[in-house]
């Protein structure tokens, strides 16, 4: 089956600092790829949707300029969580439909601690 | 406002035993709604969905789920629980139309605990 890929899967960073997480899909091209954000014992909340070759489209309540997306290929996004704050540490969750089956497929989740 | 409710926030059955988690959705058109199961430390893995067609619709695992648009349910189900099904059930909600398909919103989660 598709599979989408997250890396890495587990991030530790200083508070100020900038970190990345990419997203991919191994196996399908992905038009649209969203971004979850997962706090412990809680839900997952949709915080960005990434187009290919276009602006993402973030959810209220979502900083644009903290939460950098990048959807530079049809095969990548990145999330770039900016200036990080113990307060973004949570569990980031992303998902890609494939352009023609319109199935969403999850990847394994990036956890991020800022210290 | 579109919304899930997954009554149970915990539920503990025997092995063996059968389950059923609750979930509402409130949605004012068609909905997609789908069942996720998540194990500890992973990314979400698709039981169920259902689109439209035959309301009773069978997952893998052994689950399967019913709609019920007069009671605004999608409750999934397993006849015999194994000890490995222990995890977090997460119900979502979709909008038609390809457009929305991937904007889920998700219902709070049920921990399901097996006990031998």
């Known amino acids: 089956g598709a599979v989408v890929s997250q890396h890495p899967s587990r991030v530790i960073c200083k508070s100020g600092t900038s970190v990345k997480i990419e997203c991919r899909s191994l196996?399908?091209?992905?038009?649209?790829m969203f971004w979850y954000r997962q706090f412990p014992k809680k839900s997952l909340m949709l915080m960005a949707t990434?187009?290919?070759?276009?602006?993402?489209?973030?959810e209220q309540g979502v900083e644009k300029d903290k939460f950098l997306i990048n959807h530079a290929s049809l095969t990548l996004s990145t999330l770039t969580v900016t200036s990080a704050h113990p307060e973004d540490s949570s569990f980031y969750i992303c998902?890609?439909?494939?352009?023609?089956?319109?199935?969403?497929?999850f990847g394994e989740g990036s956890r991020l601690t800022v210290l | 406002a579109q919304s899930v409710t997954q009554p149970d926030i915990h539920i503990t059955v025997s092995e063996g035993a059968s389950l059923e988690l609750r979930c509402n959705y409130s949605?004012?058109?068609?909905?997609?709604l789908f069942w996720y199961v998540q194990s500890p430390g992973q990314g979400l893995q698709l039981l169920l969905k259902?689109?439209?067609?035959?309301?009773l619709v069978q997952g893998i695992k052994g689950f399967e789920a019913e709609f019920k648009r007069s009671q605004s349910s999608f409750n999934l189900r397993k006849p015999s629980v194994h000890w490995s099904d222990a995890a977090e059930y997460f119900c979502?909600?979709?909008?038609?139309?390809?457009?929305?398909?991937?904007?889920?919103?998700f219902g709070q989660g049920t921990t399901l605990q097996v006990k031998p």
């Open positions: 949605y004012g058109a068609t909905p997609y």
């Open positions: 990434s187009n290919e070759g276009s602006k993402a489209t973030y």
């Open positions: 196996d399908f091209q992905a038009t649209t």
């Open positions: 979502a909600v979709a909008g038609y139309g390809s457009s929305n398909t991937g904007k889920l919103i």
């Open positions: 998902s890609a439909r494939a352009r023609l089956q319109g199935e969403l497929f």
């Open positions: 259902y689109f439209s067609g035959d309301t």
